[in-house]
């Protein structure tokens, strides 16, 4: 009876660890950042560590700076001055960096739609994830996730990767003459 795991039961397990990494790493750099220098009208260390949490905890669901004030116990206008005093950028620009790079990760370590990630992300669709995503990264989210996932040469076009694989497996040589303009015209 207790000899089989229940469906999704490592995946959840997986997904569990990758998060406590994650806040791990981001407590011991954050621990890092603030003993280096108390930032003059920033927040308390406290203040950085539960903003922090609560943002990594709800990245999939929407985030306003009015609760983000609320978990720092400040006024609107105080937090995000204080807020971008301590982090270096206003809270609306961290979310979204780390949005998209949770986006990364999940891209990496899941096969789910763009879509799907989006959705998780806190995005409003694929196209808003695409559209923020290509303004931080440089690239789409599809090319970087091919680039990342089939780090083949650089410029080799996904269609003549598929094209070179599926030519090895029939047993074809992968350099096939084409049919040249002229000869479609005759």
């Not at 290509?134 to 996932?149: E, I, Q, T």
Request: net charge positive; with cysteine; aromatic share 6%.
């Amino acid at each position: 009876m207790f000899d089989q795991d229940p469906p999704g039961a490592t995946d959840t397990l997986a997904s569990l660890e990758r998060l406590r990494s994650a806040m791990v790493d981001l407590s011991t750099s954050l621990d890092k950042m603030l003993q280096v220098h108390r930032v003059r009208n920033g927040l308390a260390p406290w203040q950085v560590r539960q903003v922090l949490a609560y943002i990594e905890t709800n990245l999939g669901t929407p985030i306003r700076n009015k609760d983000l004030a609320l978990v720092a116990r400040l006024s609107v206008y105080y937090f995000n001055v204080a807020f971008r005093n301590s982090v270096g950028s206003s809270p609306h620009e961290y979310v979204v960096r780390r949005r998209v790079k949770r986006a990364q990760e999940l891209m990496l370590s899941t096969g789910n739609s763009l879509s799907d990630i989006a959705a998780e992300c806190g995005m409003a669709d694929q196209a808003h994830l695409t559209r923020v995503f290509r303004k931080l990264a440089g690239n789409s989210p599809a090319a970087w996730r091919r680039a990342r996932l089939n780090p083949a040469a650089p410029g080799t076009p996904p269609a003549a990767l598929r094209r070179a694989e599926h030519d090895q497996i029939i047993g074809r040589a992968s350099v096939r003459p084409r049919p040249s303009s002229s000869a479609k015209q005759q």
